[in-house]
């Protein structure tokens, strides 16, 4: 059975710095792709980040990027979002994915999400 947990949303101020992390089970956690996805109330689930298997590529929405950063830890199996200079408008529930690797079509696993509200 395979499982993502997130973990590591809250509330904080304009300007803070958070780090999420998202634990998976019963993955080949390898063999997968690892996204972070964002979604607001009365809006679509939004792009964050994705890094491969190998933890050799990775890319951003630009909205994140050189604030964001996704890593995984390959034997811990868990993937990482940290965020900086963080701003209202990155307030929404955080999901991690799972996709396997060379796979452009929609992920297969998701986890539960985390709030992060980021006061201004």
């Known amino acids: 059975q395979v499982q993502l947990v997130e973990s590591g949303g809250g509330l904080v101020q304009t300007g803070d710095s958070l780090r999420l992390s998202c634990a998976t089970s019963?993955?080949?956690?390898?063999?997968?792709?690892m996204g972070w996805f964002r979604q607001t109330p009365g809006k679509e689930r939004e792009f964050v980040a994705r890094?491969?298997?190998?933890?050799?590529?990775?890319s951003y929405a630009d909205s994140v990027k050189g604030r964001f950063t996704i890593a995984r830890d390959n034997a811990k199996k868990t993937v990482y979002l940290q965020m900086n200079t963080l701003k209202p408008d990155d307030t929404a529930v955080y999901y991690c994915?799972?996709?396997?690797?060379?796979?452009?079509?929609?992920?297969?696993?998701w986890g539960q999400g985390t709030q992060v509200t980021v006061s201004s």
């Open positions: 994915a799972a996709r396997p690797n060379y796979f452009l079509g929609e992920y297969s696993y």
């Open positions: 890094i491969t298997g190998g933890g050799g590529s990775s």
């Open positions: 019963g993955l080949t956690f390898t063999l997968y792709t």
